[in-house]
């Protein structure tokens, strides 16, 4: 092998280069995005009027066509007349589509809205002109078969720079829904930032509330204790004992009686139904049956008595009818001897009860109900602020999270839409 010749080592080759990512914040987001459009409609602007003259110089190539056809008779001479009629309808046909629609004016492209106007005028044009040929295909290629190849080249030609147009546009309007994307989550991000101060407020706002609070129920509570340490609460609660422990003597008191009176209780019902007492009296006697302790006292004395006398003689004459009539008539008559005992017991409970009762008066317990009413109140409130500086603090927390999200999917749809990285710094 000869000195410098042969096959060479390879080179190694050189690592990719990472592209450079650039820094940006939202602050300056609209202007990167005004730049990056501006570069993408003057990109597509210019492709566009690079295919809208190719594409009005094929139409022209075909108008061409079509004139050339029109002036060559295709030997109609020769034909069979209904197949002349036939052939010549087809021809007119198709001359006639292709004059009118290459007639069209094609507009001017200097915006977005001018290259879909475009788009949509030559897509309506090449359908009708495909139309036309296709249903006189048979015709033209039978017996035009020279200008039928022109026509289909010429039209593919067109058609396909038609459809790089639609692709321009459907490109075109992916990153315009891209970008409305971009400020669609940019706006989200700017009202999350504007309701984490606002929230921010309302939560010191609450805050201070909840302090104030706090002083407040630390005065209720105080004001309770001074009325709660007075020598009159004290006196108060004493008395109230006091009066507790006499309605045990009550309860005792009320148990003998109910006693007395149960061991009578047969005679006393079946009396109700044998009496001609008055309304007064009868309801007294329903007294002693239902609840006799509550009708024992010195002012109906006179008439109880009556009443059960009553009871008495009914049971021994037989008008009420008990099992052992002896026994009956000697536990009223035990009764009537304690009854001025019972009433005056019952009667010493109320004037004993009366007088303690009358003593409570030394302290203003209306005063006392009312400080804690106010201070639950006041707990009630405060337990409510405290809800909601919670509720406020997770709301705060999620909008702050969600900032973040708001980013990255900015960041992802501007890299989408530009040939540089971007990558947003927070501010």
């Not at 092998?1 to 939202?26: C, H, S, Y």
């Amino acid at each position: 092998m000869v000195f410098g010749w042969g096959n060479k080592k390879p080179k190694q080759r050189e690592a990719d280069i990472a592209p450079e990512i650039k820094q940006i914040t939202l602050t300056n987001m609209s202007d990167v995005i005004r730049e990056i459009r501006s570069i993408r409609l003057k990109t597509i602007i210019a492709e566009v009027k690079t295919f809208r003259n190719k594409i009005s110089s094929n139409c022209k190539a075909i108008l061409n066509i079509a004139t050339e056809l029109e002036d060559d008779n295709l030997n109609l001479d020769d034909m069979d007349p209904h197949l002349m009629r036939i052939v010549k309808r087809g021809k007119n046909e198709v001359i006639s589509v292709i004059k009118k629609e290459t007639a069209v004016v094609i507009p001017e492209i200097n915006s977005f809205e001018d290259i879909k106007t475009f788009n949509i005028t030559s897509t309506r044009s090449l359908k009708k002109i495909g139309d036309a040929l296709g249903r006189q295909s048979r015709i033209i290629h039978h017996f035009a078969k020279k200008y039928a190849n022109k026509l289909k080249n010429d039209l593919k030609v067109i058609t396909d720079e038609n459809e790089e147009i639609n692709t321009l546009v459907k490109n075109f309007s992916e990153f315009e829904n891209n970008v409305e994307q971009i400020f669609e989550n940019l706006g989200k991000y700017n009202q999350s930032q504007k309701s984490i101060i606002t929230l921010r407020e309302r939560k010191k706002q609450s805050e201070k509330t909840a302090k104030d609070l706090y002083n407040t129920i630390k005065n209720n509570i105080e004001d309770i204790k001074n009325l709660k340490d007075s020598n009159e609460y004290s006196e108060f609660l004493e008395i109230k004992e006091k009066i507790n422990s006499l309605f045990s003597l009550r309860n005792k008191i009320k148990t003998e009686v109910e006693l007395q009176f149960s061991k009578i209780s047969r005679p006393l019902n079946k009396y109700v139904y044998v009496s001609s007492m008055d309304k007064p009296q009868k309801k007294l006697l329903m007294g002693l049956i239902e609840n006799p302790y509550d009708v024992l006292s010195a002012s109906n004395k006179p008439d109880l008595v009556r009443i059960l006398e009553s009871v008495r003689r009914a049971v021994q004459s037989g008008s009420v009818s008990v099992k052992d009539t002896v026994k009956s008539v000697s536990q009223i008559d035990v009764l009537l001897t304690k009854l001025d005992t019972i009433i005056k017991e019952i009667s010493a409970f109320g004037e004993s009860k009366n007088d303690l009762e009358s003593k409570l008066s030394i302290f203003n317990v209306e005063k006392l109900t009312q400080a804690e009413n106010i201070l639950t109140g006041h707990q009630n409130e405060k337990s409510d602020i405290e809800a909601k500086i919670k509720t406020l603090e997770n709301e705060i927390t999620d909008l702050i999270e969600s900032l973040p999200k708001h980013i990255k999917s900015i960041q992802s749809k501007l890299n989408e839409i530009s040939a540089v990285q971007y990558s947003i710094k927070p501010e």
